[in-house]
Structures are given as structure tokens and as C-alpha cells.
């Protein structure tokens, strides 16, 4: 038994909300055997529809083949489907490509795992916008776009087949084209699932669960575990957005059966007959405008206000101890990676010193990581108490912007804890 999909359109939004719609669903499929044919005209390809469609060749059962034919392509959308990883990855059922072929300005189809693969994927993407990018570009905000989005697909989805990045600059347009799909629980029911009751209200009287998320509303996670705090996620997809609106770029986010666009501060939501089950982002970035991180970490502190249920301060102790962040690495992209410094830094206030924390020679410091460090060490502490025995010197001074705004983010939500 055959099934033809024809792709025909991979752009953002339109295409991809399509491409979503033609997809069988794959608890539909039966035991049957299948071969599923994706047929290529002869029209141009991004890259944004290839990372759906290869994450969603993940979520098939073994018994279903999925086959390319790209007998009427054009010549450069052959070597695109062969040289960025698709055709092996779609017909081989292959979670990495044995070969790829990088050429400038591209970066191939990479999985989305914890841990080295990702960071390298990101230092990729971040390598071919430096390179074609004009000098007053920021790079710590691109490199902080991507790792949120990396961050948003671990956290939001408990996936357990791999999610996709890919990136591919247009010199001749100026636009840097990104994309990141997971095939995880979705933006919904994270929030369904988390323990942030006005989102569940909010989402029960009709509000869409993506407009949420990139307004900042968190969605936490279960009721944490006794002795620990809940974990808040919402400032990630904000920062996103603000960025893209800032840029005058686009930002196309699917999940469930629900899709948001942005363009130049304007919205556009829409909705889908096949939902997909998990979350997809395209981007298209400006090369020669701004990514003002700095600006937004500030309006996004200015609109929180810090909570006071927290003990009141007292006074700090006289030692003090230096905690060379750097230690940990230079690029510090990913939320796991905030645990052992914390752990660290919580060992020495234990000890009654107060701690100086030495940001020099940090190139990359995530929202994610400044939240799971510090964004919880001033939610234990309360804001005083972490103000007077925790201090920062020394490093790029967007990072204390940053710092402070993942606390103010973190100490905006109330404390949830075990009702029973």
C-alpha cells in the first residue's frame, strides 16, 4: 500500500501548517505495511519543512517505509534533500546521518540531544550567522535565541524520539532561516500537566496555549518533590519573540492543533485539522538588523514584580568566598548545567561565607542556566537575603541584566506547593 504527500510548499507559516495536515497520524496507521512517498515538484525547498518532516519520520512505527521521489526537482533541490541529511534520514529511519556535507551558510538537519550534539549544532548556526552577519550584530543574542529554543524542546515536550534543528542563510535576501520541531507533549498539555492553575483556567475559557507561552506565563512543572522548588519555565519563548519582533523577522510557532505567527509586531494565529503532536518553531531573521538581548532582558525585569513572601534579610556574614564561574566552562548553554554550580554555590552559603561570583570569561550564559543557578537560589533565599550574600564582578555587563531578570521572572510566581 502507497500513500503520496506532495510538498509542495515548505515555507513559514503557510507550508509548513499544510505539510502538517497532509501527515498521516501515526497511532492511526495500523500494522499494516505502508510506504509513504514524498514527492518534490520542481519548487523551491526550505529547510523548515524538512526539519518537520523529519521529525515526524521519528514518531513511525518500524513496519512503515517512507520513500523520496525527486525525479522532478530541480538539480540544487537534490543535492539539498541528499547533502543536508533528509533523504537518509526519511529512508533509512536513521536518527544521524552517517555523511553529511556542509557548504557555507548551511547548517545539515542535527538532533536535538542533551549534551554535546546540541551544543555543537548551536555553535554551527551561531558560526554561519557570524560569518555573513554585519560586526554590529550581537551574537551572544543569537546564541541565546537558539539555546532557548534548544532549552524549550527539552523541557516542554518529554519527548522520546529526537526533535531536529537546521539553519540556512540567504545572502541574496539577507534572511537566516531557522527551524527546531519536537515530537513531544506539546505546549498544551505542558501546561495541563504543569502546576500553573491561572494558565489552566485561562486555557479552559478559550485562550490559546502558544499565546501563553510567548507572553511569559510559565506553565512550572508537577508538584516538586518535598525540600525542592518547582521549576518555572515561560521567559524562554518571551525572549524568543521579543527578539524576532525586534529584528522585524518572522516567527512561526505549531503545537497541538494550534499555530501563531509573527511578523513585524503583528500576530496571526490559526488552527489545524491534524495536530501536531509536539511543538515546531521556524524563524526568519534579519542579518542586518539588531538583536537588542540587552533591552529585552530589562523590559522583561521592569514588568515583574518581585514577590515578598520570603523571610526577612538578615544580616550577611563577614567571610566571603570566590566562585569562578568560568570554571564550569565559558558556554554555558544548557539548564543541567546549572545544578552542580548551584549545588556549589549552596555549599559555601551553608558554610556561613558570603559568595562573590566572578563572571569574567563567560561568553555564553543562558536565560535557562541564569535561572536554574541563581533564578533559584533567590527563590530559596528570598530577593534580600540573596542580594546581600550573593554578588557578581567582572564579565560582559549584559550578564547581571540577564541575572536580573531571570530572578525577577522567577520571584513573580508564587510558591506552589503539595496541597496534600
Given at each position: 500500500?502507497?500513500?503520496?504527500?506532495?510538498?509542495?510548499?515548505?515555507?513559514?507559516?503557510?507550508?509548513?501548517?499544510?505539510?502538517?495536515?497532509?501527515?498521516?497520524?501515526s497511532a492511526n496507521l495500523g500494522e499494516k505495511?505502508?510506504?509513504?512517498?514524498?514527492?518534490?515538484?520542481?519548487?523551491?525547498?526550505?529547510?523548515?519543512?524538512?526539519?518537520?518532516?523529519?521529525?515526524?519520520?521519528?514518531?513511525?512505527?518500524?513496519?512503515?517505509?517512507?520513500?523520496?521521489?525527486?525525479?522532478?526537482?530541480?538539480?540544487?533541490?537534490?543535492?539539498?534533500?541528499?547533502?543536508?541529511?533528509?533523504?537518509?534520514?526519511?529512508?533509512?529511519?536513521?536518527?544521524?546521518?552517517?555523511?553529511?556535507?556542509?557548504?557555507?551558510?548551511?547548517?545539515?538537519?542535527?538532533?536535538?540531544?542533551?549534551?554535546?550534539?546540541?551544543?555543537?549544532?548551536?555553535?554551527?548556526?551561531?558560526?554561519?550567522?557570524?560569518?555573513?552577519?554585519?560586526?554590529?550584530?550581537?551574537?551572544?543574542?543569537?546564541?541565546?535565541?537558539?539555546?532557548?529554543?534548544?532549552?524549550?524542546?527539552?523541557?516542554?515536550?518529554?519527548?522520546?524520539?529526537?526533535?531536529?534543528?537546521?539553519?540556512?542563510?540567504?545572502?541574496?535576501?539577507?534572511?537566516?532561516?531557522?527551524?527546531?520541531?519536537?515530537?513531544?507533549?506539546?505546549?498544551?498539555?505542558?501546561?495541563?500537566?504543569?502546576?500553573?492553575?491561572?494558565?489552566?483556567?485561562?486555557?479552559?475559557?478559550?485562550?490559546?496555549?502558544?499565546?501563553?507561552?510567548?507572553?511569559?506565563?510559565?506553565?512550572?512543572?508537577?508538584?516538586?518533590?518535598?525540600?525542592?522548588?518547582?521549576?518555572?519555565?515561560?521567559?524562554?519563548?518571551?525572549?524568543?519573540?521579543?527578539?524576532?519582533?525586534?529584528?522585524?523577522?518572522?516567527?512561526?510557532?505549531?503545537?497541538?492543533?494550534?499555530?501563531?505567527?509573527?511578523?513585524?509586531?503583528?500576530?496571526?494565529?490559526?488552527?489545524?485539522?491534524?495536530?501536531?503532536?509536539?511543538?515546531?518553531?521556524?524563524?526568519?531573521?534579519?542579518?542586518?538588523?539588531?538583536?537588542?538581548?540587552?533591552?529585552?532582558?530589562?523590559?522583561?525585569?521592569?514588568?515583574?514584580?518581585?514577590?515578598?513572601?520570603?523571610?526577612?534579610?538578615?544580616?550577611?556574614?563577614?567571610?566571603?568566598?570566590?566562585?569562578?564561574?568560568?570554571?564550569?566552562?565559558?558556554?554555558?548553554?544548557?539548564?543541567?548545567?546549572?545544578?552542580?554550580?548551584?549545588?556549589?554555590?549552596?555549599?559555601?552559603?551553608?558554610?556561613?561565607?558570603?559568595?562573590?561570583?566572578?563572571?569574567?570569561?563567560?561568553?555564553?550564559?543562558?536565560?535557562?542556566?541564569?535561572?536554574?543557578?541563581?533564578?533559584?537560589?533567590?527563590e530559596s533565599l528570598g530577593k534580600e537575603r540573596?542580594?546581600?550574600?550573593?554578588?557578581?564582578?567582572?564579565?560582559?555587563?549584559?550578564?547581571?541584566?540577564?541575572?536580573?531578570?531571570?530572578?525577577?521572572?522567577?520571584?513573580?510566581?508564587?510558591?506552589?506547593?503539595?496541597?496534600?
Amino acid at each position: 500500500m502507497e500513500t503520496i504527500i506532495d510538498v509542495r510548499d515548505t515555507s513559514i507559516p503557510d507550508g509548513v501548517a499544510s505539510l502538517v495536515e497532509q501527515l498521516p497520524i501515526s497511532a492511526n496507521l495500523g500494522e499494516k505495511d505502508m510506504t509513504i512517498i514524498f514527492k518534490f515538484p520542481g519548487v523551491y525547498v526550505y529547510q523548515t519543512g524538512l526539519v518537520l518532516l523529519a521529525t515526524w519520520r521519528k514518531t513511525l512505527p518500524n513496519h512503515i517505509k517512507v520513500r523520496i521521489d525527486d525525479t522532478l526537482c530541480q538539480e540544487a533541490t537534490k543535492r539539498l534533500l541528499t547533502n543536508s541529511g533528509f533523504r537518509e534520514l526519511m529512508e533509512g529511519n536513521v536518527e544521524i546521518p552517517s555523511k553529511i556535507h556542509y557548504h557555507p551558510g548551511k547548517v545539515p538537519l542535527q538532533p536535538i540531544l542533551r549534551g554535546y550534539n546540541t551544543e555543537k549544532a548551536i555553535s554551527s548556526i551561531v558560526d554561519i550567522f557570524n560569518d555573513y552577519a554585519k560586526e554590529w550584530i550581537d551574537m551572544k543574542a543569537f546564541g541565546v535565541l537558539l539555546s532557548e529554543l534548544c532549552e524549550n524542546s527539552f523541557v516542554h515536550s518529554n519527548f522520546e524520539t529526537p526533535g531536529y534543528i537546521a539553519a540556512n542563510l540567504h545572502e541574496n535576501t539577507g534572511k537566516c532561516e531557522i527551524a527546531i520541531a519536537d515530537s513531544g507533549i506539546g505546549v498544551l498539555n505542558s501546561y495541563l500537566e504543569g502546576t500553573n492553575e491561572e494558565a489552566k483556567q485561562r486555557i479552559q475559557s478559550g485562550a490559546c496555549a502558544i499565546e501563553l507561552a510567548v507572553d511569559g506565563l510559565s506553565s512550572s512543572k508537577p508538584t516538586p518533590m518535598p525540600g525542592t522548588f518547582p521549576s518555572y519555565y515561560g521567559f524562554g519563548l518571551f525572549i524568543v519573540r521579543r527578539l524576532i519582533e525586534e529584528n522585524l523577522g518572522r516567527l512561526t510557532i505549531i503545537s497541538g492543533k494550534d499555530w501563531v505567527n509573527f511578523e513585524k509586531y503583528q500576530k496571526n494565529r490559526g488552527s489545524i485539522s491534524r495536530p501536531w503532536n509536539g511543538t515546531f518553531v521556524g524563524i526568519l531573521i534579519n542579518i542586518e538588523n539588531p538583536l537588542p538581548l540587552a533591552e529585552i532582558y530589562d523590559e522583561g525585569s521592569n514588568f515583574l514584580v518581585a514577590s515578598d513572601k520570603f523571610e526577612s534579610a538578615k544580616q550577611p556574614p563577614a567571610k566571603q568566598k570566590k566562585v569562578d564561574l568560568a570554571q564550569y566552562g565559558t558556554r554555558l548553554l544548557t539548564r543541567e548545567i546549572g545544578a552542580p554550580i548551584r549545588a556549589d554555590i549552596a555549599t559555601i552559603l551553608a558554610s556561613g561565607a558570603r559568595v562573590e561570583v566572578d563572571l569574567s570569561g563567560i561568553e555564553d550564559l543562558t536565560p535557562s542556566v541564569a535561572d536554574e543557578v541563581f533564578g533559584k537560589l533567590a527563590e530559596s533565599l528570598g530577593k534580600e537575603r540573596f542580594e546581600q550574600v550573593i554578588t557578581f564582578v567582572g564579565g560582559n555587563p549584559l550578564l547581571p541584566r540577564l541575572i536580573n531578570f531571570v530572578i525577577s521572572t522567577r520571584l513573580s510566581k508564587p510558591i506552589e506547593t503539595d496541597s496534600a
